[in-house]
Nanobody, 127 residues
Framework: QVQLVESGGGFVQTGGSLRLSCAAS????????MGWFRQAPGKEREVVAV????????YYADSVKGRFTISRDNAKNTVYLQMNDLKPGDTAVYYC????????????????????WGQGTQVTVSS
């Protein structure tokens, strides 16, 4: 069993920044790829960023490239999402997730590749 708890969401104006955190417990955190997803009202959940278990390889959705950065601190069992230059289109509930299977450089991008999810944190960007 893995528990994931997100924090750091909030309300910001266009161009602002937020840093989301996801604290994991229950398993060896460093053994798994981690991902951030988001879901806006009326839309499907979509991948935002993914990081491999060793933190070397990352994946970003085109919509956030150059603005968002995913990182992890395995000593703290925490994955982060630094979000800069936020836009109204970034408004959504953000979820972190863990994928229990896969190779060292595995960067899963589909929701069904993940095994555990956090409860989500709301990010609202005003225009």
């Amino acid at each position: 069993q893995v528990q994931l708890v997100e924090s750091g969401g909030g309300f910001v104006q266009t161009g602002g920044s937020l840093r989301l955190s996801c604290a994991a417990s229950g398993r060896t955190f460093s053994s798994y790829a981690m991902g951030w997803f988001r879901q806006a009202p009326g839309k499907e959940r979509e991948v935002v960023a993914v990081i491999t278990r060793n933190g070397i390889t990352t994946y970003y959705a085109d919509s956030v490239k150059g603005r968002f950065t995913i990182s992890r601190d395995n000593a703290k069992n925490t994955v982060y999402l630094q979000m800069n230059d936020l836009k109204p289109g970034d408004t959504a509930v953000y979820y972190c997730a863990v994928a229990l299977s896969g190779s060292l450089y595995y960067t899963p991008q589909a929701t069904n590749e993940y095994d555990y999810w956090g409860q989500g944190t709301q990010v609202t960007v005003s225009s």
